[in-house]
């Protein structure tokens, strides 16, 4: 059945296969999910090892499949996530940057998807999914960012018990350290439509250079078949050079490694700048140092069915796309990977927002207007972050629905006639937004450290009040360990207030890795290649003593 919660929190039914019996379990949806909490913290690198939090007892018998379904495409383990599906969520944080799932239970054929959680339970972001056999499962998810959360689909198209085992690890050899996907507007429950264009940006905090590595390429690879139109495809955003030698630019590589083939993505190009990054290393950096590269995509105007809009974030090392440094490269590194798939059902929605006035007054309002479907009559169901259904029109004959009185904050709608659905997300915004970021970092405690905060888009007069007395967008004085609160105002008076509080300078990891598949032993010589976490710094060695060590590979 369909579940559509109106305001008054009645259940729209439309009965689509015959209702379970049993009792439905409280996690039935993503907006209810079961929150785990922090994964069980693994150990440090260089020898990480997970930690595994278990959930014994657990049941899909009772779950209804929502409307949408989310139900992801081309999954690991083979096929297409079923749908609809009887399916069950959880919620937790990840500890670390590796995930590992294992079910074991009685649904027959069971199914896995990973979602990044946005605060929003319908615009959440879709990374991939898995297959089961014979009630088992067992699925890896990498690039995993620590201290966010993600939701985990668990389902199938038969009912049983399960015991979920979720496991955490860090991978101690990877060059690329964190990275992250932010997508707008966001899919709803994992849909988008036909023509719809979807803005992208890439986020990598930190490159460790094992064995002298540094970030030469980042490229969006899209499969043959896709939903997507491969000449859409356009560079938004190129990062700035962390170490200043050069550029990042969008080219069209000749020929990439792991039988990629000519593909257009972003690579380094040193000074003076000839247009072929082929020839010259990456953007050295550290484990601290971030870049952030976006680009847009519009998915096909005509299809029929459903299709896949998976692709993946392909990253290379100067090592495998550059020059300059040792062939070995970051072998290690995992591609990020998104998943979502386009409604081909109708040409959609088109959103208009009139945004709020301030983060503090709710009178937004947004409009939907329904394109190339003409069967009467529509059914436009609206849903809040949470999940809430706060507005509801049944059986309209128009083709335009509105929604006023809208605080900042995401909104979905979903259109319902006889022949099929659309779908889209929609955010009011603030006037502005402000971010603040501490500019001066010490080893030891200090009262001389230095934030800033910045206003988007800073656009008119802001006046500035710290905690600390400073008025201006620049606050100094700031001692290590101390808490300090900002207020930014427009000149139409309305204020936006946030905290920061001041840090040390974050420790180097100094660990060294020792590859053992790499040992060479002649007569009474040892050659034991050793790779340093963080290059640069001094090193000293107690046995033997003296020994030379290269601060950039160790």
């Not at 020839?279 to 105007?301: E, H, L, P, R």
């Not at 709608?413 to 970092?441: G, K, L, R």
Request: glycine share 10%.
């Amino acid at each position: 059945m369909i579940r559509l919660y109106t305001p008054v929190g009645i259940i729209l039914t439309l009965l689509l296969h015959p209702a379970i019996a049993a009792t439905v379990p409280p996690n039935d949806d993503q907006c209810n999910p079961y929150y785990i909490g922090v994964l069980d913290q693994p150990t440090d690198c260089p020898f990480s090892s997970a930690n595994s939090t278990w959930l014994i007892n657990q049941s899909n018998v009772g779950s209804t499949s929502a409307f949408p379904q989310p139900a992801l495409m081309s999954c690991m383990g083979g096929g297409d996530m079923p749908n609809p599906m009887n399916d069950v969520w959880y919620k937790f944080e990840a500890s670390a940057d590796y995930l590992d799932v294992v079910i074991n239970g009685t649904i027959t054929t069971p199914y896995i998807a990973l979602y990044q959680y946005t605060g929003d339970c319908i615009g959440m972001i879709p990374i991939n999914c898995a297959r089961g056999l014979n009630g088992n499962l067992s699925a890896s998810f990498p690039s995993l960012f620590p201290g966010t959360e993600y939701l985990l689909q668990v389902g199938g198209t038969t009912t049983g018990s399960f015991t979920l085992i979720l496991s955490n690890s860090n991978n101690c050899l990877s060059c690329m350290q964190k990275s992250m996907l932010f997508v707008s507007p966001a899919p709803v429950n994992g849909y988008y439509n036909p023509g719809d264009t979807v803005n992208f940006c890439y986020v990598v905090n930190g490159f460790k250079s094992y064995n002298g590595q540094s970030l030469h390429g980042v490229v969006p690879v899209l499969p043959t078949n896709t939903g997507w139109q491969p000449p859409t495809l356009q560079p938004m955003n190129t990062p700035q050079s962390v170490s200043g030698n050069g550029a990042w630019m969008w080219y069209n590589y000749p020929s990439l490694p792991q039988g990629l083939g000519t593909r257009e993505g972003f690579f380094y190009d040193v000074n003076p700048l000839n247009m072929d990054p082929t020839d010259n290393a990456g953007d050295s950096a550290s484990a601290y140092d971030q870049w952030i590269f976006c680009w847009s995509m519009v998915t096909k105007s005509s299809c029929t069915g459903f299709l896949s809009l998976n692709f993946d974030i392909y990253h290379f090392s100067d090592g495998e796309t550059g020059s300059g440094v040792p062939t070995l490269g970051c072998g290690a590194d995992k591609d990020y990977r998104f998943s979502a798939v386009l409604n081909c059902c109708s040409p959609g929605l088109d959103i208009s927002v009139t945004d709020a006035s301030c983060d503090t007054v709710c009178d937004g309002n947004i409009t939907a207007s329904v394109s190339g479907i003409t069967i009467l009559p529509y059914n436009y169901f609206w849903f809040d972050n949470t999940g809430y259904g706060f507005d509801s029109t049944l059986a309209s004959p128009s083709t335009v629905n509105s929604v006023t009185g809208l605080c900042a904050g995401s909104y979905s709608v979903i259109m319902v006639n006889s022949a099929c659905f659309a779908t889209a997300n929609a955010t009011i915004a603030p006037p502005f937004a402000i971010d603040v970021q501490q500019t001066t970092f010490t080893c030891g405690t200090s009262s001389n450290e230095v934030a800033m905060v910045t206003v988007n888009p800073n656009v008119g007069n802001y006046t500035y009040s710290w905690s600390n007395g400073n008025t201006s967008p620049t606050a100094t004085g700031l001692s290590t360990g101390q808490t300090y609160t900002v207020t930014v105002t427009n000149s139409t008076g309305c204020s936006i207030t946030d905290t920061i509080t001041i840090m040390i300078t974050p420790q180097d990891d100094p660990a060294f890795l020792y590859p053992s598949n790499q040992l060479c032993q002649t007569g009474n010589a040892l050659v034991y290649p050793v790779y340093i976490a963080t290059p640069g710094g001094t090193f000293s060695s107690s046995n033997p003593s003296n020994m030379p060590v290269d601060p950039a590979t160790g």
